[in-house]
């Protein structure tokens, strides 16, 4: 890591200095000055969600993959983007009409979940309520060409193989929410994918849950 920045061995560096802080100033100027390499509006006495900045990484890493040159015995058509493949992921939301029972829909491609924390303070409660079906009053529909009721739904419609999950640690009032989030080793997908085979193959249904990121 002498040749470059490693932004674990420098975590790992300042975990250790404030477990074993005493009296001596803490150096943080110079990480923070290679974190605004990943993420420009990281700055000094400034508040940065984790999300916020490990997409800050995601970007500069997904178009370092784009600038890179295809392996050999690669066809060209299909250009190779480990971020891509490891953590892009998408959701589909559909809108249904009350009262022709049209149909659309629309897919969005995301580096994981942003997932309310909600009274019940586990993960399957917060997956449920990210999926649940919601209520919409005044709405243009295409099928009939009415203001109408419609039910509006968000689905996982592919999932990553590495799917992660960020919990919102503020509330609508800019509480912050404190407390532990209750989470299953093994999450069962099925109930929050629009389609099993579409959002799973070749992976399987159930997701090892690891660590969830708090943003």
Not at 27 to 35: A, G, L, N, S, T
Not at 67 to 83: Q, T
Request: glycine share 4%.
């Amino acid at each position: 890591h002498s040749a470059g920045f490693c932004i674990v061995c420098a975590l790992d560096s300042l975990f250790m200095s404030l477990v074993n802080y005493i009296s001596q100033a803490l150096y943080i100027y110079e990480f923070v000055h290679h974190i605004t390499i990943f993420s420009s509006s990281f700055m000094l006495f400034k508040q940065e969600y984790a999300y916020e900045f490990l997409l800050g990484v995601f970007n500069l890493l997904e178009m370092k993959f784009d600038d890179s040159k295809i392996p050999y015995g690669r066809k060209p058509c299909l250009p190779i983007n480990l971020l891509r493949d490891f953590f892009l992921c998408s959701t589909i939301s559909i809108i249904s009409c009350s009262n022709c029972l049209y149909t659309s829909s629309q897919t969005e491609t995301c580096y994981g979940l942003s997932l309310s924390i909600t009274a019940e303070m586990s993960l399957i409660a917060e997956m449920s309520f990210f999926t649940k079906t919601e209520e919409l009053s005044d709405v243009s529909c295409d099928g009939c060409n009415h203001r109408v009721k419609a039910e509006k739904k968000i689905l996982l419609k592919k999932r990553a193989p590495f799917l992660i999950l960020q919990l919102n640690t503020f509330s609508s009032f800019e509480d912050k929410i404190k407390g532990c989030i209750a989470f299953p080793l093994l999450l069962d997908m099925s109930p929050y994918c629009s389609s099993l085979v579409d959002m799973c193959w070749p992976l399987p249904p159930r997701l090892n849950v690891y660590h969830m990121l708090f943003g």
